[in-house]
């Protein structure tokens, strides 16, 4: 896509941070509150501009590394998004806590780098400074030097670590237990977790700071975690690559759905603004699913009722993104379209008929498109020509708009040029082709015993094309290898 407009970094980080609330189970405030009681706790410690900065920054992003891991906690404790919420907010009884302390670490840690490295990816991406990079990259560390990944103690972790994780508990444990609890837990973990100066501080001013904050407006005029480097602009598909990195066999889905809706878009001749809007709203439509535990999206079965509740609301939870990121509200809005049908036989709203914008109805047919047209746990890919039928009968039946199938369908299968698979080509010719052929597997969950059966390689030869990538793209995971590959365009194929 050549002509989509940029978006603030403020915007992306605020896209990113309600991502992550869902992923970690929390309410979608609780990144910007934390910001903001850590951006007090930084001005009253003392912490000079580029470090209050820092920690604001943070305090948005320190969860962008989560969907990376999702996977990893989904197979570890069951539920990826409520196990962490009961983490987060130290229940006795947590999944966790039964194991030993050697258990602990050798499942935590590797969930750990993989979270650390995405997030200080992702600061990158979006342009912010050294501090608030390397911040991020340490986010688990601990001042005694028992956190995670690499063990690091006291001076050795940027100052934001440890405001940001006080402030951080502050929000969830006052939330949960009370003042008097979260004032009790935080004095435990004071001078393991953090400095015992910091969390006295925060501690002494918490009575004061929360009710100060329980009474600001849901969206001040002047936002308060604003910084210069947020003020610049960025590209939406990074939101996209963040999303989709909860479920491995999601690589590239939302990129695909944007440009299979813009390639709709010039088709019907809607103009460069409709065209716009529709994109950027097709990379967001998948914010919701983040509140969705692994486990359900990867049933292949039919699922429960409770289940298929939780994947009604997906919608609701992107709309509620564009009520609380004014920057992206007319985006997230037709976003959260994205399931709704014009017979009204569609999800959150049950909407039909006129109640569905143009971009609304481009959206739908764009995400089922592609839907169709990618492998799922409980299926395998459509052909083109299967899912143009599916496609049509749905129109033929009222739930599609029949114009915007055939400009839809037209624009793959008549017109190659407009079909992302197509489109995209590296940015960089970084990695060999057989390099960026073994990333796509990998990207995609395949494994290397996987990857060298599927493309008739050694196991030992996968295994030194992966190094090799790894080296080039100067990360150590795979999650991390992802986003930037698809970044550089080497995923779109």
């Given at each position: 896509m050549q002509d989509v407009s940029a978006i603030r970094v403020l915007d992306a980080a605020k896209a990113l941070a309600f991502i992550g609330d869902?992923?970690?189970?929390?309410?979608?405030?609780?990144?910007?509150?934390?910001g903001w009681l850590a951006a007090r706790l930084a001005a009253e410690a003392g912490l000079d501009d580029a470090q209050c900065d820092a920690v604001k920054e943070v305090s948005l992003l320190r969860w962008s590394?989560?969907?990376?891991?999702?996977?990893?906690?989904?197979?570890?404790?069951?539920?990826?998004?409520?196990?962490?919420?009961?983490?987060l907010a130290m229940r006795p009884n947590w999944s966790g806590r039964e194991e030993s302390p050697a258990q602990f670490g050798a499942a935590i840690t590797p969930?750990?780098?993989?979270?650390?490295?995405?997030?200080?990816?992702?600061?990158?991406?979006?342009?912010?400074?050294?501090?608030?990079?390397?911040?991020?990259?340490?986010?688990?560390?601990s001042w005694d030097g028992g956190g995670f990944p690499d063990q690091r103690a006291g001076r050795d972790v940027p100052a934001a670590v440890f405001i940001v994780a006080v402030a951080g508990d502050l929000e969830i444990l006052s939330r949960v237990y009370g003042l008097e609890g979260a004032q009790a837990l935080i004095a435990q973990k004071a001078g393991r977790q953090y400095p015992k100066e910091i969390a006295q501080l925060a501690c002494a001013r918490a009575a004061t700071w929360l009710k100060e904050l329980d009474a600001l407006p849901a969206q001040p005029h002047d936002d308060p975690l604003s910084t210069q480097a947020l003020q610049l602009v960025s590209r939406p598909?990074?939101?996209?690559?963040?999303?989709?990195?909860?479920?491995?066999?999601?690589?590239?889905?939302?990129?695909?759905?944007a440009e299979t809706a813009a390639a709709c878009c010039a088709r019907l001749g809607t103009?460069?603004?409709?065209?716009?809007?529709?994109?950027?709203?097709?990379?967001?439509?998948?914010?919701?699913?983040?509140?969705?535990?692994?486990?359900?999206?990867?049933?292949?079965?039919?699922?429960?009722?409770?289940a298929w509740e939780k994947v009604r609301l997906v919608p609701y939870w992107t709309a509620r993104a564009g009520q609380q990121i004014e920057g992206l509200a007319r985006e997230s809005e037709i976003a959260s379209f994205a399931y709704e049908r014009l017979d009204g036989s569609g999800y959150f709203r049950n909407s039909a008929g006129a109640a569905i914008g143009r971009e609304a109805r481009i959206l739908a047919v764009a995400a089922a498109w592609t839907a169709l047209r990618s492998d799922r746990p409980w299926r395998a890919a459509f052909s083109a020509e299967r899912a143009a039928a599916l496609l049509d009968e749905a129109a033929q039946?009222?739930?599609?708009d029949a114009e915007v199938v055939k400009a839809t369908v037209g624009a793959e299968l008549d017109e190659p040029a407009g079909s992302i698979d197509r489109a995209r080509s590296p940015k960089s010719g970084l990695l060999s082709p057989r390099e960026a052929e073994v990333l796509k597997h990998i990207s995609l969950g395949a494994s290397n015993k996987e990857v060298a059966r599927i493309l008739d390689l050694s196991p030992s030869t996968v295994r030194t094309h992966v190094e090799s990538v790894f080296r080039k793209l100067e990360c150590s995971t795979r999650a991390a290898a992802t986003l930037k590959a698809s970044a550089l365009g080497y995923l779109g194929a």
């Open positions: 869902l992923s970690m189970g929390q309410p979608t405030d609780h990144s910007p509150r934390t590394g989560c969907t990376a891991n999702a996977a990893g906690f989904s197979d570890w404790l069951g539920d990826d998004v409520g196990a962490r919420a009961a983490m969930l750990a780098q993989i979270h650390c490295e995405v997030s200080g990816e992702v600061a990158h991406m979006l342009g912010l400074a050294d501090t608030t990079q390397e911040a991020l990259r340490r986010i688990f560390e598909e990074i939101v996209a690559d963040v999303i989709d990195l909860k479920l491995p066999w999601m690589t590239g889905y939302s990129r695909r759905v103009g460069d603004e409709v065209r716009r809007t529709t994109y950027t709203a097709a990379l967001l439509h998948g914010m919701g699913r983040m509140a969705v535990p692994n486990t359900i999206w990867n049933t292949a079965g039919e699922l429960t009722r409770a039946t009222g739930r599609f």
